[in-house]
């Protein structure tokens, strides 16, 4: 489990290139090396370091309302950023309850992403925002909408020798709102056992676009089309909600495990989605008065 | 009987050295030449051994020793039950066995070693239920059990390993004549105790003599084992406990000091052991044992307790160590603080193939606690009558008698609840999600014998040498406090040595919340005894009456004379002066215990602590989880001396046994093995978790109490605080919880 | 192999030869011989071995020294302005928040990043700040009243 070479990146390039030979990114650190001593799996034999890279810093508003995460800005910067909260709100509040104020201030959205953990926070918030990842490599540059980005547990997509450079959000339209929530038994340093996301854009209150997703729920976090279908064209009302969470609960596959069992999961499922809504819904109807 | 309002300003002697990082645990210390030990588990958690081969560990380079039983004398040991070896000869009995520790240069080497050992087993029939082994039939975790060493009131029977009872009356008769009768059946997961540092023991041979550095809570129970297992004399064997890292009863007992003793000396070479966390949720013979809990109680119309029956089944886990007492400790607390007609109370203590358990912060009571004020409030809504008020009725007094016959003098029982609901504001309009629970419980003092010397330097000042143990309590730290107070100087005039077995007498160590009550006692003995040493010289030096002599603020001065004076300094620079205590621990309450079996001595409680918690909690019905909001804690702890060092007990105490009540619970698979030993999965309360803690001393004046009227303060605060959550909870969802911890799930579960 | 680098924790830079995976904790504890930050876990979750990067709460057992070549390390040995203590250690022990210690240097070098994030804590925050922090003796009781008086309040 020794690492052998670590190298440090200056540029993109530079990173690139160490990952065509072999090596693994770090970035925070908040995974790779906590999940080596904890005995999930070895340290790579190789390592760089992308930490120093500038060009994959930064949390940033372009010029049409997109917002643009570069591969390192951290859950700190991103929860402390105005525009986020108030555009994003569903990754603000995911990147407000990542660990401890140690774990947001190390942790990237990027290693969020790329470790591929069924119950990242950030994964649902960003399906729901309608973001995609950009990946970077020797042989060019792809985007991947998020919600394709994850194969299973801890595998991406991403080919070897990609690196996720940065996530690119749309702009939401007028009168939308998204929240994500997590059932946790402690208020902070907890692991989703269950997680919801939803972003609904309403006009004149009634539904007019929603979508909905599960955390850890399931083998990769993922939309459930059924849910937002329960949403759409209604008025947001309580039976709506309802089909909504029940949807979910229909479509989770939990495990049990010593977090919870597989039924306690399911029926939680419906109670933290219909949460999820509830208070999408109420930022989105702010925006629509 | 006064209630304690102001605090008083102490600053612990080692707080510097913690907060600047200087402090030295053991973990810290670096000896030249060290090795890394790492032991090799069992693979089984019970087989018999067939065959061990340790070569190839033994020719990998970088490896200096490899230990097995044949490396060590073929002795068994155990505090109360001599049941267990140093490393497992023929049979593995848990998943923390230990069959071999390699020391090695590096930590990577050792663990490669350790897992080229090369162990062939004959699998057992694993005993993870311990209800079950209480069978005639059941699989024999200990089939030699006859022939070992114990203590013989214990009651030992095939997997059983401590049996007691107490019995009063014609229990079934006055059931059958109550006007009301309430059955209930709980359940309770292990829990560990999770000290935030994990244990460390550095050993170094010089000659024939071992040093061993260890995050001891018990030094001298730590060098009484290192002798017994490597069968040398105990004054070969120096224990050293440098900062200890909390312990919560988790590090009392000996254990793994002599297999580190044991590799050092193979090695020719000091050897260091340190703990991961993984290790030190699972392979520690200390964690709070799991239980099942039965009580029957049957009421008069106006709450009188007429007949109380409990059947308790604890789970001893694969050995015994201290605990033994269990039994009849669980059994005190299922009798609880309540006035009792008829009772009949069994409890068993039973072997299992699960870790084994031992004192954990007031063993057995959180548990029995928990279910008993639960019982206790489903008795008050079949009477009608509210919870607090049903305790009013039944909880004892002074005057009262306990089942086992002891009478009980100056207590503060009804006063300390009536404290609790004072603070909470019982009573008070809440929100439908919100609920006040309410919980009473007891524990005892145990006088045990201990020494101190205090000695002057020349130039005035002192050091204080005590075997009492630091735990992070301040019970040490608070020593100067009561010296100075003795001999008219300041409490920085002292330095302390402790924790060093070559130093001072025997001690028990940091276990039963008794280093004040008995280590104070005796550093005040040795602090009269010096002051007395003292006045002497001055009364030869001012040629005064020693009656007229006066000890205040570093000088000895004759009473109305102010001029006629000599400093504790002028004094101390001619001699050598030094203070010793007489140890006499002070006698316990007799009770005649009648018809009850397995007595060790418990059966009366020494200068009974009685305690009274009142909780608000908020449950999301939906989900299930509980958030604890306020808590009002009233402790009857005799005479408070630190108010600082108290207060730190009760919000540290009630916050573990809001961990309890709610998240802290091990998980075992079906071979009884950890399923969550790790922070994540095991969960502690957190700062965000923690509520306000309200805190009220009632003092009183106990007879047989320690020092100046003081009692034990660490232990009770984590007695009922699990029981209070619980009742809370119920009034919420208006169901039971009849499984510890009480996880949102299970809570949702009882709810829905 | 060992990599040569250099490693600068309170202010003195320290020339070190590191097998790259070592992490941080490691480093600073074992090679540079600085022991007040603790190993209380294996994944994170204690915070005792909390040092600040850059100003930056950082778990150092989960963090690659090599990764903190160029960057400002700060451990709890120093907090404290030579002999004098800084006011969160004074605190801490004028308000009852040191009891075993072992968590201590963690909780207060979170106590410190807290507190330059945000000078004017609420008692909220400051627990929600301090989450990943475990402390098993006080409570957090003593802990939260240091660091609110530390704030002004």
Same mark, same amino acid.
Request: hydrophobic share 40%.
């Given at each position: 489990?020794?690492?052998?070479?670590?190298?440090?990146?200056?540029?993109?390039?530079?990173?690139?290139?160490?990952?065509?030979?072999?090596?693994?990114?770090?970035?925070?650190?908040?995974?790779?090396?906590?999940?080596?001593?904890?005995?999930?799996?070895?340290?790579?034999?190789?390592?760089?370091?992308?930490?120093?890279?500038?060009?994959?810093?930064?949390?940033?508003?372009?010029?049409?309302?997109?917002?643009?995460?570069?591969?390192?800005?951290?859950?700190?910067?991103?929860?402390?950023?105005?525009?986020?909260?108030?555009?994003?709100?569903?990754?603000?509040?995911?990147?407000?309850?990542?660990?401890?104020?140690?774990?947001?201030?190390?942790?990237?959205?990027?290693?969020?992403?790329?470790?591929?953990?069924?119950?990242?926070?950030?994964?649902?918030?960003?399906?729901?925002?309608?973001?995609?990842?950009?990946?970077?490599?020797?042989?060019?540059?792809?985007?991947?909408?998020?919600?394709?980005?994850?194969?299973?547990?801890?595998?991406?997509?991403?080919?070897?020798?990609?690196?996720?450079?940065?996530?690119?959000?749309?702009?939401?339209?007028?009168?939308?709102?998204?929240?994500?929530?997590?059932?946790?038994?402690?208020?902070?340093?907890?692991?989703?056992?269950?997680?919801?996301?939803?972003?609904?854009?309403?006009?004149?209150?009634?539904?007019?676009?929603?979508?909905?997703?599960?955390?850890?729920?399931?083998?990769?976090?993922?939309?459930?089309?059924?849910?937002?279908?329960?949403?759409?064209?209604?008025?947001?009302?309580?039976?709506?909600?309802?089909?909504?969470?029940?949807?979910?609960?229909?479509?989770?596959?939990?495990?049990?495990?010593?977090?919870?069992?597989?039924?306690?999961?399911?029926?939680?499922?419906?109670?933290?989605?219909?949460?999820?809504?509830?208070?999408?819904?109420?930022?989105?109807?702010?925006?629509?008065? | 009987?006064?209630?304690?309002?102001?605090?008083?300003?102490?600053?612990?002697?080692?707080?510097?050295?913690?907060?600047?990082?200087?402090?030295?645990?053991?973990?810290?210390?670096?000896?030249?030449?060290?090795?890394?030990?790492?032991?090799?588990?069992?693979?089984?958690?019970?087989?018999?051994?067939?065959?061990?081969?340790?070569?190839?560990?033994?020719?990998?380079?970088?490896?200096?020793?490899?230990?097995?039983?044949?490396?060590?004398?073929?002795?068994?040991?155990?505090?109360?039950?001599?049941?267990?070896?140093?490393?497992? *000869?023929?049979?593995?009995?848990?998943?923390?066995?230990?069959?071999?520790?390699?020391?090695?240069?590096?930590?990577?080497?050792?663990?490669?070693?350790?897992?080229?050992?090369?162990?062939?087993?004959?699998?057992?029939?694993?005993?993870?239920?311990?209800?079950?082994?209480?069978?005639?039939?059941?699989?024999?975790?200990?089939?030699?059990?006859?022939?070992?060493?114990?203590?013989?009131?214990?009651?030992?029977?095939?997997?059983?390993?401590?049996?007691?009872?107490?019995?009063?009356?014609?229990?079934?008769?006055?059931?059958?004549?109550?006007?009301?009768?309430?059955?209930?059946?709980?359940?309770?997961?292990?829990?560990?105790?999770?000290?935030?540092?994990?244990?460390?023991?550095?050993?170094?041979?010089?000659?024939? *003599?071992?040093?061993?550095?260890?995050?001891?809570?018990?030094?001298?129970?730590?060098?009484?084992?290192?002798?017994?297992?490597?069968?040398?004399?105990?004054?070969?064997?120096?224990?050293?406990?440098?900062?200890?890292?909390?312990?919560?009863?988790?590090?009392?007992?000996?254990?793994?000091?002599?297999?580190?003793?044991?590799?050092?000396?193979?090695?020719?070479?000091?050897?260091?052991?340190?703990?991961?966390?993984?290790?030190?949720?699972?392979?520690?013979?200390?964690?709070?044992?799991?239980?099942?809990?039965?009580?029957?109680?049957?009421?008069?119309?106006?709450?009188?307790?007429?007949?109380?029956?409990?059947?308790?089944?604890?789970?001893?886990?694969?050995?015994?160590?201290?605990?033994?007492?269990?039994?009849?400790?669980?059994?005190?607390?299922?009798?609880?603080?309540?006035?009792?007609?008829?009772?009949?109370?069994?409890?068993?203590?039973?072997?299992?193939?699960?870790?084994?358990?031992?004192?954990?912060?007031?063993?057995?009571?959180?548990?029995?606690?928990?279910?008993?004020?639960?019982?206790?409030?489903?008795?008050?809504?079949?009477?009608?009558?509210?919870?607090?008020?049903?305790?009013?009725?039944?909880?004892?007094?002074?005057?009262?008698?306990?089942?086992?016959?002891?009478?009980?003098?100056?207590?503060?029982?009804?006063?300390?609840?009536?404290?609790?609901?004072?603070?909470?504001?019982?009573?008070?309009?809440?929100?439908?999600?919100?609920?006040?629970?309410?919980?009473?419980?007891?524990?005892?003092?145990?006088?045990?014998?201990?020494?101190?010397?205090?000695?002057?330097?020349?130039?005035?000042?002192?050091?204080?040498?005590?075997?009492?143990?630091?735990?992070?309590?301040?019970?040490?730290?608070?020593?100067?406090?009561?010296?100075?107070?003795?001999?008219?100087?300041?409490?920085?005039?002292?330095?302390?040595?402790?924790?060093?077995?070559?130093?001072?007498?025997?001690?028990?160590?940091?276990?039963?919340?008794?280093?004040?009550?008995?280590?104070?006692?005796?550093?005040?003995?040795?602090?009269?005894?010096?002051?007395?040493?003292?006045?002497?010289?001055?009364?030869?030096?001012?040629?005064?009456?020693?009656?007229?002599?006066?000890?205040?603020?570093?000088?000895?001065?004759?009473?109305?004379?102010?001029?006629?004076?000599?400093?504790?300094?002028?004094?101390?620079?001619?001699?050598?002066?030094?203070?010793?205590?007489?140890?006499?621990?002070?006698?316990?309450?007799?009770?005649?215990?009648?018809?009850?079996?397995?007595?060790?001595?418990?059966?009366?409680?020494?200068?009974?602590?009685?305690?009274?918690?009142?909780?608000?909690?908020?449950?999301?019905?939906?989900?299930?989880?509980?958030?604890?909001?306020?808590?009002?804690?009233? %402790?009857?702890?005799?005479?408070?001396?630190?108010?600082?060092?108290?207060?730190?007990?009760?919000?540290?105490?009630?916050?573990?046994?809001?961990?309890?009540?709610?998240?802290?619970?091990?998980?075992?698979?079906?071979?009884?093995?950890?399923?969550?030993? %790790?922070?994540?999965?095991?969960?502690?309360?957190?700062?965000?978790?923690?509520?306000?803690?309200?805190?009220?001393?009632?003092?009183?004046?106990?007879?047989?109490?320690?020092?100046?009227?003081?009692?034990?303060?660490?232990?009770?605060?984590?007695?009922?605080?699990?029981?209070?959550?619980?009742?809370?909870?119920?009034?919420?969802?208006?169901?039971?919880?009849?499984?510890?911890?009480?996880?949102?799930?299970?809570?949702?579960?009882?709810?829905? | 192999?060992?990599?040569?680098?250099?490693?600068?924790? &309170?202010?003195?830079?320290?020339?070190?030869?590191?097998? #790259?995976?070592? &992490?941080?904790?490691? $480093?600073?504890?074992?090679?540079?011989?600085?022991?007040?930050?603790?190993?209380?876990?294996?994944?994170?979750?204690?915070?005792?071995?909390?040092?600040?990067?850059?100003?930056?709460?950082? &778990? $150092?057992?989960?963090?690659?020294?090599?990764?903190?070549?160029?960057?400002?390390?700060?451990?709890?040995?120093?907090?404290?302005?030579?002999?004098?203590? $800084? #006011?969160?250690?004074?605190?801490?022990?004028?308000?009852?928040?040191?009891?075993?210690?072992?968590?201590? #240097?963690?909780?207060?070098?979170?106590?410190?990043?807290?507190?330059?994030?945000? #000078?004017?804590?609420?008692?909220?925050?400051?627990?929600?700040?301090?989450?990943?922090?475990?402390?098993?003796?006080?409570?957090?009781?003593?802990?939260?009243?240091?660091?609110?008086?530390?704030?002004?309040?």
């Amino acid at each position: 489990m020794s690492v052998q070479t670590f190298t440090t990146a200056a540029t993109v390039d530079d990173a690139v290139a160490a990952l065509a030979a072999g090596s693994r990114p770090v970035a925070g650190g908040t995974d790779i090396v906590v999940g080596a001593r904890s005995g999930k799996a070895a340290m790579p034999a190789a390592i760089v370091a992308i930490h120093r890279v500038a060009e994959l810093h930064g949390v940033e508003v372009l010029g049409d309302g997109r917002l643009r995460l570069g591969a390192l800005a951290t859950h700190t910067e991103i929860a402390a950023n105005d525009d986020v909260r108030k555009r994003f709100s569903a990754l603000s509040d995911a990147c407000a309850i990542v660990g401890s104020h140690a774990t947001r201030a190390q942790g990237t959205i990027g290693g969020n992403l790329m470790n591929a953990s069924p119950a990242m926070e950030t994964g649902g918030p960003l399906i729901c925002l309608g973001a995609t990842a950009t990946l970077h490599s020797a042989s060019g540059t792809r985007e991947v909408a998020i919600e394709d980005l994850w194969l299973g547990p801890g595998q991406t997509t991403a080919l070897p020798g990609e690196l996720l450079v940065s996530v690119e959000i749309p702009s939401p339209e007028a009168g939308s709102g998204s929240a994500y929530l997590r059932l946790e038994y402690r208020r902070q340093m907890e692991i989703a056992v269950v997680g919801a996301s939803a972003f609904v854009t309403v006009h004149r209150g009634n539904v007019i676009q929603a979508r909905v997703a599960m955390t850890a729920l399931s083998p990769t976090i993922r939309r459930v089309p059924g849910a937002a279908d329960a949403l759409i064209g209604t008025d947001g009302g309580a039976a709506a909600i309802e089909a909504a969470g029940a949807a979910v609960a229909a479509a989770a596959t939990p495990i049990s495990d010593v977090r919870g069992s597989a039924d306690y999961r399911r029926a939680m499922a419906a109670v933290i989605t219909r949460r999820a809504i509830e208070t999408a819904l109420s930022r989105a109807r702010q925006e629509d008065a | 009987m006064a209630t304690v309002e102001e605090p008083r300003t102490f600053i612990r002697p080692d707080g510097k050295e913690k907060v600047t990082g200087t402090g030295r645990y053991t973990a810290d210390l670096v000896l030249a030449g060290e090795l890394v030990a790492k032991f090799r588990y069992t693979d089984h958690t019970h087989a018999r051994i067939t065959r061990i081969d340790a070569s190839k560990a033994r020719a990998l380079p970088g490896v200096l020793a490899v230990v097995t039983h044949e490396d060590v004398p073929d002795v068994l040991y155990g505090g109360m039950v001599q049941d267990r070896r140093l490393f497992a *000869k023929d049979t593995v009995r848990f998943e923390g066995d230990i069959v071999a520790g390699v020391a090695a240069t590096t930590a990577e080497i050792a663990e490669h070693a350790a897992a080229l050992i090369e162990i062939d087993y004959e699998p057992l029939p694993v005993v993870t239920d311990f209800e079950a082994a209480l069978a005639d039939d059941a699989t024999l975790v200990h089939p030699d059990w006859e022939a070992y060493e114990g203590e013989e009131s214990l009651g030992r029977h095939h997997n059983t390993l401590g049996y007691s009872t107490i019995v009063k009356g014609d229990v079934d008769a006055a059931l059958a004549g109550a006007d009301v009768v309430v059955k209930g059946r709980y359940v309770t997961d292990p829990v560990s105790g999770v000290p935030i540092e994990p244990r460390a023991v550095i050993a170094q041979w010089q000659g024939d *003599k071992v040093t061993v550095w260890t995050s001891t809570q018990v030094p001298y129970a730590a060098r009484g084992g290192v002798a017994h297992v490597l069968q040398i004399p105990e004054s070969q064997v120096r224990v050293v406990v440098p900062l200890l890292g909390g312990g919560f009863g988790a590090k009392c007992d000996f254990h793994f000091e002599g297999h580190v003793a044991a590799l050092a000396r193979a090695a020719r070479r000091p050897v260091k052991l340190v703990f991961s966390r993984r290790e030190e949720f699972f392979a520690v013979g200390h964690r709070r044992e799991g239980m099942v809990i039965e009580f029957e109680t049957g009421a008069r119309a106006d709450g009188t307790l007429v007949a109380r029956k409990a059947r308790l089944v604890l789970d001893k886990g694969a050995y015994c160590g201290e605990g033994g007492f269990f039994a009849q400790m669980a059994a005190m607390h299922a009798h609880g603080p309540y006035n009792l007609e008829n009772v009949h109370i069994e409890s068993s203590l039973v072997y299992s193939n699960n870790q084994p358990s031992s004192s954990i912060r007031a063993p057995t009571a959180p548990q029995v606690c928990w279910a008993l004020e639960q019982h206790m409030d489903e008795l008050a809504a079949a009477l009608d009558l509210d919870p607090v008020e049903l305790r009013r009725r039944t909880a004892i007094e002074t005057g009262s008698v306990t089942a086992t016959g002891q009478v009980l003098e100056q207590i503060a029982m009804k006063e300390t609840l009536e404290k609790a609901v004072e603070m909470i504001g019982y009573g008070q309009e809440l929100p439908e999600d919100e609920a006040i629970g309410v919980a009473i419980g007891w524990w005892p003092c145990f006088a045990s014998s201990s020494g101190a010397y205090v000695k002057l330097n020349h130039d005035g000042t002192g050091t204080i040498i005590t075997g009492a143990q630091e735990n992070g309590t301040g019970s040490v730290m608070a020593m100067p406090t009561y010296v100075a107070a003795e001999l008219g100087m300041k409490p920085e005039d002292f330095s302390l040595l402790y924790q060093d077995t070559d130093a001072a007498p025997n001690d028990m160590g940091s276990c039963g919340s008794q280093t004040t009550f008995n280590s104070g006692r005796a550093v005040i003995a040795a602090a009269v005894d010096l002051r007395e040493q003292l006045l002497d010289a001055a009364a030869d030096k001012l040629e005064a009456g020693r009656g007229d002599l006066v000890l205040a603020d570093g000088a000895v001065s004759v009473q109305g004379s102010p001029d006629k004076s000599v400093t504790i300094a002028e004094l101390a620079s001619s001699g050598a002066f030094h203070g010793k205590s007489l140890d006499v621990p002070p006698d316990g309450p007799a009770a005649p215990a009648e018809g009850c079996v397995g007595r060790l001595g418990l059966e009366s409680f020494h200068a009974p602590q009685l305690i009274a918690h009142a909780v608000r909690v908020r449950v999301d019905r939906g989900t299930g989880v509980v958030r604890v909001l306020q808590v009002a804690a009233a %402790h009857d702890c005799g005479k408070i001396l630190n108010r600082i060092g108290a207060d730190g007990q009760v919000y540290g105490g009630v916050v573990m046994g809001i961990g309890q009540a709610l998240s802290e619970g091990t998980q075992l698979d079906e071979n009884g093995r950890h399923r969550n030993a %790790h922070l994540t999965d095991y969960k502690l309360v957190t700062a965000s978790d923690a509520p306000h803690i309200d805190i009220a001393w009632i003092e009183t004046d106990t007879p047989n109490a320690g020092p100046k009227g003081s009692k034990g303060v660490g232990e009770p605060p984590c007695v009922p605080t699990a029981g209070a959550v619980a009742n809370a909870i119920a009034k919420v969802i208006g169901a039971r919880v009849h499984q510890l911890p009480m996880t949102p799930e299970r809570v949702w579960e009882a709810g829905t | 192999m060992k990599v040569e680098t250099t490693l600068t924790v &309170n202010g003195t830079a320290y020339p070190l030869e590191l097998d #790259p995976g070592t &992490n941080l904790l490691s $480093a600073v504890r074992d090679v540079i011989g600085l022991t007040g930050s603790k190993e209380g876990c294996d994944d994170s979750e204690c915070g005792a071995c909390m040092m600040l990067l850059d100003g930056q709460p950082v &778990n $150092a057992c989960s963090y690659l020294a090599l990764q903190a070549e160029g960057s400002e390390i700060t451990t709890v040995e120093g907090l404290a302005d030579g002999d004098t203590l $800084a #006011p969160l250690q004074a605190a801490f022990l004028d308000l009852g928040g040191v009891q075993c210690g072992f968590c201590t #240097p963690g909780m207060l070098v979170s106590a410190t990043a807290l507190l330059d994030a945000n #000078p004017q804590p609420t008692e909220d925050e400051v627990r929600i700040g301090l989450s990943g922090n475990l402390c098993r003796c006080t409570g957090y009781d003593g802990i939260v009243k240091a660091v609110l008086s530390v704030s002004g309040q």
